[in-house]
């Protein structure tokens, strides 16, 4: 089993960055794929990306060019760089942990959640 917390939320302007971390605790994050999701108001969560076992990453289109997934398996943590930030991307951010080991977009594919943390971009 795995507890995640993420950290990094904040309020920031159009065009700004924001560096997400998830810390875990328990097994180590390389043991899982790691997703990171997002959910805005009045919409379903939906994908960001990922980090695989292997340390393959992925991304929705939405988060390609912008976005960068890292992880840190010294210090258990996993990280969402997110660069070039637009209003559309304010929402609660999730890191979730899959232990199938493989990136899923799809949510029910995850074991564990963080409890969240909100990015809100200004215009």
């Known amino acids: 089993q795995v507890q995640l917390v993420e950290s990094g939320g904040g309020l920031v302007q159009a065009g700004g960055s924001l560096r997400l971390s998830c810390s875990a605790s328990g097994r180590t994050v390389s043991t899982y794929a790691m997703g990171w999701f997002r959910q805005a108001p009045g919409k379903e969560r939906e994908f960001v990306g990922g980090?695989?076992?292997?340390?393959?990453?992925y991304y929705a289109d939405s988060a390609k060019d912008r976005f960068t997934i890292s992880r840190d398996s010294a210090k258990n943590m996993v990280y969402l760089q997110m660069n070039s930030l637009k209003p559309e991307d304010s929402a609660v951010y999730y890191c979730?942990?899959?232990?199938?080991?493989?990136?899923?977009?799809?949510?029910?594919?995850?074991?564990?959640w963080g409890q969240g943390t909100q990015v809100t971009v200004s215009s």
């Open positions: 980090i695989s076992r292997s340390g393959n990453t």
């Open positions: 979730a942990a899959s232990l199938r080991g493989v990136v899923f977009s799809t949510t029910y594919d995850y074991d564990y």
